[in-house]
């Protein structure tokens, strides 16, 4: 990574920070849609927390503060913390939520036990072991941004190179076991990943920031497609941007950096969430009203067009008593007719213009291909067993079954 | 009273009030909201700090709650939109309102002494030192607070019974027959993070993270029933507090500690030995029907040799 980090236009200092956490938010981007799929999101936590005992045995073990055996012991300790996990929900009918909760407790339970312990042997060193695991992004160095890379490296080549057995292995256990997939290889080597991840990323940026990172990248991506390997592609480069981002505005505001990442995050997962097209829940509300409007005008356009054919021109008070609406839903639907100009005001008498009558026929057809599809449809023998669109039947069906639809009305109709 | 009874005491009424609700908490596959109201509480007592200038438990304890109400709320709505899982929801909710708060200490806090482990993430060591003179009477706060909190929730859940019984279960069911599973979801979730809030001051968080998931996950696996698995729930939370502080005291540890450990130690005797879905119990049935299969089989081969 040096090359990189020398490349930025910024100081040394900054440059490891932005380049760590772009490496960093790659690798939890990437191993975190592994988590999060299959409903593990938290993992990320609970890991955090187990990785305690390890670390207050590695303590009891070498009699001293050394960095190397400190981050073995908590990286077995999340092994041992990520296979019991993933071994409760395996063997009983305890839910990933659950085992995770029930992991994240017994294992910092038993890590402060263990504290208390060492506090009663008067070893003059164990002061600060439990703030051990809460790092500092800023205090990033060089190397532990090398190893954050290796990771994210390895970590990409295997998702790459064992897509389609992740795949299968992430939506459908059970078959992927019937067709022969390892299952438990597979598990056991992406829970690996992303253990080594979490206890690296711990180090160096805390729990708290591993945790959003994880959880992050994926929820955003998933709102943005439907297929897994687009969205890993888009969880490493969203990871990506929001590390570095982050960590240029916090070190720009001159504030700690792994607030400021998971509230960038945050910011962009829950803009994704609302915005999202086609998903979002404020595309959802948009595309819902515009729904509502158009089947209101064209009922109000169809209760025109019978009021027309049953007597003379109606004010609109007597379109209201005709059409059984609110008032304010037929003002409405008149106000959109007036604007597509489908309608023509006569003093205060309503009128279809030329096109509003083309439009009025064009809905009433629509209405009555609708009852027929509902009254005849099992008459047809369609393609497949996909329903037709109500909206747009004579598209969906195709013009020949549209026709035989018709027919059966036109048969069924007394003459 | 001795110092024994009222950290035993003051643990059991916090394991009642939290194992109250945890199984629900476990049924909804909510079960780390407790974990979530623990971190998210953080901005909270930071804001209480600025505003008021104090450190008065009363305080403090409001802004958590605020804070705490936010938390749950969020999770939910963020929920109710569909578009992201439960467990995701929460992933993402507490890491920025705790980013919120480390923020606020860096910002505004950062020279004075706001020590967290002695403000909200309480000791429960120091339960009988902590008391509060009633009319003449000298009563011991953690243990009248929790005694509240847990009567609290026992007339909420007996009030709610059904209704948390059938939105827990079949959601969709329970919205046909006009019972609104989100109103029902959001009394619990404040009632948890009422509950969590208040359970800190006396035990600590990760006691209260511990008794809310485990007994509720250890009395899942040992029955089918709501109504037993919810008094199971309670009692293991009484046995940890009792087993436990007896562990702590016998080894000189962390009590919380020594009590979340006893938790677990039941959970695992659950997740072995219990009668139905326990691993023994089920190998024991897979081994008894396997031999069941092998017999009729063996005597189908010995019918068709003496026909033939």
């Keep these: ?63 001293a503060r050394d960095p190397a055996s400190l981050l073995v012991g908590a990286a077995i300790a999340g092994l ?98 019937s067709v022969g997939v390892p299952v438990r290889v597979v598990e056991l080597a992406t ?109 109000v356009l169809i209760d025109l067009e019978t009021a027309l054919h049953a007597g003379p021109p109606p004010t609109v008070d007597e379109l209201v008593l005709a059409s059984a609406r609110p008032r304010g839903d037929v003002r409405r639907g008149l106000r959109a007719l007036d604007r597509a100009g489908l309608i023509e005001r006569d ?43 109500p909206r747009d039947l004579r598209r969906t069906l195709g013009d020949e079954l549209t026709d035989r639809l018709l027919g059966f009305d036109a048969e069924a109709a007394p003459s | 009273m001795s110092d024994a009874m009222i950290i035993v005491l003051t643990a059991g009424l916090t394991a009642t009030a939290l194992a109250l609700l945890g199984p629900f908490l476990v049924l909804r596959r909510v079960a780390l909201m407790g974990d979530a109201v623990s971190h998210a509480v953080l901005p909270g007592i930071v804001a209480a700090f600025l505003v008021f200038q104090t450190r008065a438990p009363l305080v403090v304890i409001l802004g958590a709650a605020a804070f705490a109400l936010i938390c749950v709320l969020a999770i939910e709505a963020l929920r109710g939109t569909g578009l992201v899982a439960s467990d995701a929801a929460i992933g993402l909710v507490f890491p920025a309102l705790f980013a919120l708060g480390v923020l606020g200490i860096h910002r505004y806090a950062a020279n004075i002494h706001l020590d967290l482990d002695s403000t909200i993430y309480g000791e429960i060591a120091f339960a009988p030192f902590r008391t509060l003179d009633l009319g003449g009477v000298e009563v011991v706060r953690s ?65 209260v993270v511990a008794l809310l998931i485990v007994p509720a996950a250890a009395a899942y696996l040992m029955t089918d029933r709501l109504v037993a698995m919810v008094a199971i729930a309670v009692a293991i939370g009484w046995v940890s507090s009792v087993v436990g502080y007896a562990g702590a ?14 938790a677990a130690v039941i959970f695992g005797i659950a997740l072995l030995a219990s009668p139905r879905h326990g691993l023994i119990a089920r190998a024991v049935r897979r081994a008894r029907t396997r031999r069941a299969v092998e017999r009729a089989l063996a005597e189908e081969r010995g019918a068709q040799g003496a026909g033939a």
């Design chain 1, 80 to 177: 041992i913390g990520a296979f019991m996990m993933v071994g409760i929900e395996r063997t009983s009918r305890i839910r990933p939520d659950a085992a995770i909760g029930v992991v994240l407790s017994s294992f910092f339970s038993l890590g402060i036990v263990l504290l208390t312990y060492i506090g009663t042997t008067g070893n003059a060193q164990q002061a600060g072991l439990e703030t051990y695991l809460f790092g500092q992004a800023a205090g990033l160095l060089e190397r532990d941004v090398n190893v954050m890379a290796v990771i994210a490296a390895l970590s990409i080549a295997c998702v790459v190179l064992a897509l389609r057995v992740i795949k299968t292995t992430l939506f459908d256990r059970s078959f992927a076991a």
């Design chain 1, 191 to 299: 829970t690996a990943l992303l253990v080594a991840a979490i206890v690296i990323g711990l180090r160096a940026v805390g729990a708290i920031l591993m945790v959003a990172m994880l959880i992050v990248p994926t929820v955003t991506a998933r709102q943005l497609t439907h297929r897994l390997g687009p969205l890993l592609a888009l969880a490493g480069v969203i990871g990506a941007s929001v590390g570095a981002t982050g960590a240029l505005l916090s070190s720009r505001a001159e504030i700690p950096t792994g607030p400021v990442i998971v509230l960038v995050g945050t910011a962009v997962a829950v803009a994704a969430v609302l915005l999202a097209p086609g998903r979002g829940v404020v595309w959802r509300w948009a595309h819902r009203r515009r729904e509502r409007r158009s089947a209101l005008s064209s009922g």
């Design chain 1, 347 to 389: 003093d205060d008498r309503l009128r279809l213009s030329e096109s509003g009558a083309a439009a009025a026929h064009a809905a009433l057809d629509e209405r009555r291909l609708w009852s027929a599809w509902l009254e005849h449809g099992w008459r047809l023998d369609l393609g497949d067993a996909r329903e037709p669109d």
């Design chain 1, 1 to 63: 990574m040096g090359p990189l980090i020398d490349l930025l236009p910024l100081s040394y200092t900054e440059s490891v920070v932005v380049v760590g956490a772009a490496v960093l938010g790659v690798a939890a981007g990437v191993l975190g849609a592994l988590a999060v799929l299959p409903r593990r999101s938290l993992v990320g936590d609970a890991l955090a927390h187990s990785a305690l005992p390890g670390v207050a045995i590695a303590f009891l073990v070498t009699g």
């Design chain 2, 143 to 207: 243990v009248l607070i929790m005694g509240v909190v847990a009567a609290v929730n026992l007339g909420l859940i007996t009030l709610l019974w059904k209704e948390l019984k059938v939105t827990s279960f079949d959601p969709d069911f329970a919205r046909s027959i006009r019972f609104s599973p989100t109103v029902v979801a959001r009394l619990l979730l404040i009632a948890v993070a009422v509950t969590a809030v208040t359970a800190f001051e006396s035990v600590g968080a990760i006691l």
């Design chain 2, 249 to 262: 005291v016998e080894v000189d540890a962390s009590i919380a500690g020594a009590m979340g450990l006893t």
